[in-house]
T-cell receptor
Framework: KQEVTQIPAALSVPEGENLVLNCSFTDSAIYNLQWFRQDPGKGLTSLLLIQSSQREQTSGRLNASLDKSSGRSTLYIAASQPGDSATYLCAVRPIEYGNKLVFGAGTILRVKS | GAVVSQHPSRVICKSGTSVKIECRSLDFQATTMFWYRQFPKKSLMLMATSNEGSKATYEQGVEKDKFLINHASLTLSTLTVTSAHPEDSSFYIC?????????????FGPGTRLTVL
């Protein structure tokens, strides 16, 4: 059974810091991995999607990497801003499950001004 | 592109009543829609998967008669919480994807906050 773990569960940093969020998954047989942002009481905003054949994806200040063989992904946020404060969710799409996504519990990020 | 909407965004109802939540794909045809439930400070739990024109596939532990899902068209799926009780209070999120099996992305709606009194 695929399980997704995110570390740390919560993180508080001062504005301007670079930071890394970690995601690990137990089964490397995946179609892709996706990072989402969720603001309190809101839905999910997709940040980056990495296909299984890719190693990383970048969008602005965000960079996500994927090491499928070791079952790990990282989300790097450069020069963090208070507006980055949110919960960040990692999800994998296991080949075994077809179209389903399996989510981690998320990392709650707070960027202090 | 790839926008998914949900209606209503918030609903408060009395115990024992039924509540219907709509999920629409606004600019694409969704062959598959998913319904998730999220408890406070927890991650998303998949409830069911629905394909247009066929019965929904429910995850283990999800009551089919309690959570009725209809995917009548390629742009609309509905979740009806029947005879709602306070323990059904939660944040419900839908997502939609197009195409068959493959690397197609899921697009998520903004969620519906259900409070049962």
């Amino acid at each position: 059974k695929q399980e997704v773990t995110q570390i740390p569960a919560a993180l508080s940093v001062p504005e301007g810091e670079n930071l890394v969020l970690n995601c690990s998954f137990t089964d490397s047989a995946i179609y892709n991995l996706q990072w989402f942002r969720q603001d309190p009481g809101k839905g999910l905003t997709s940040l980056l999607l990495i296909q299984s054949s890719q190693r990383e994806q970048t969008s602005g200040r965000l960079n996500a990497s994927l090491d499928k063989s070791s079952g790990r992904s990282t989300l790097y946020i450069a020069a963090s801003q208070p507006g980055d404060s949110a919960t960040y969710l990692c999800a994998v799409r296991p080949i075994e499950y077809g179209n389903k996504l399996v989510f981690g519990a998320g990392t709650i990020l707070r960027v202090k001004s | 592109g790839a926008v998914v909407s949900q209606h209503p965004s918030r609903v408060i109802c009395k115990s024992g009543t039924s509540v219907k939540i709509e999920c629409r794909s606004l600019d694409f045809q969704a062959t598959t829609m998913f319904w998730y439930r999220q408890f406070p400070k927890k991650s998303l739990m998949l409830m069911a998967t629905s394909n247009e024109g066929s019965k929904a596939t429910y995850e283990q532990g999800v009551e089919k008669d309690k959570f009725l899902i209809n995917h009548a068209s390629l742009t609309l799926s509905t979740l009806t919480v029947t005879s709602a009780h306070p323990e059904d209070s939660s944040f419900y999120i839908c997502s939609a994807r197009y195409g068959g099996l493959g690397n197609n992305e899921q697009f998520f709606g903004p969620g519906t906050r259900l409070t049962v009194l």
